[in-house]
């Protein structure tokens, strides 16, 4: 009889603390669960750092950039303003023009401000806005719009590397070059 209460009692131990680990074991996992989620919540509050750093900036001279910018918002789809700082009454500008703005047009992020001095350069055509046209209809559309008050540096041409380009620069003196196909 000591020996099957002997057996009993090691059977009953090993049991007992195999239970035991596996409710500490069970404590622990939901104790991580928790934390990771938490962490998850956290990171998606903060803008990834590896979202695109790369944005294209322009430079307004003449305290237009916030009447460009909503120009070009409204011009091309899935477009939008994310954020704006303006200058204040105390600022080295004039209070209300743009210190920084950022939006995005179609997904391509964007940055702009007003210049509160003026620079011996402005825009040039030598650097300039690429846009991928989806139909004809959109070359047509972005063409007469942006050329507007601004100059055609190319028309509307089967240039050979492609069968609709054409170079604009707007009313604003910013560079464009809208591609068909």
Not at 108 to 123: G, I, N, P, Q, V
Not at 124 to 132: A, F, L, Q, R
Not at 151 to 180: A, C, H, R
């Amino acid at each position: 009889m000591n020996r099957i209460t002997l057996v009993l009692l090691l059977v009953l131990l090993t049991f007992s603390c195999s239970k035991r680990k596996q409710t500490d074991h069970n404590k622990e996992l939901n104790e991580l669960r928790t934390e990771l989620d938490s962490l998850k919540k956290l990171k998606a509050d903060i803008p990834s750092v590896t979202e695109s750093q790369i944005a294209t900036f322009l430079t307004f001279q003449e305290s237009n950039a916030e009447e460009a910018m909503n120009f070009y918002v409204e011009l091309f789809e899935n477009s939008k303003i994310t954020n704006i700082q303006r200058y204040g009454k105390d600022g080295p500008a004039k209070e209300g023009t743009i210190m920084v703005a950022n939006f995005e047009l179609n997904g391509s992020k964007f940055a702009c401000s007003d210049s509160y001095m003026k620079h011996e350069w402005t825009f040039t055509p030598g650097v300039s806005i690429w846009v991928e046209c989806k139909t004809d209809n959109e070359i047509e559309n972005l063409f007469v719009k942006l050329s507007e008050n601004g100059k055609i540096l190319m028309p509307i041409d089967n240039y050979g590397f492609s069968t609709k380009f054409t170079f604009i620069e707007d009313k604003f003196g910013v560079s464009w070059q809208l591609n068909f196909k």
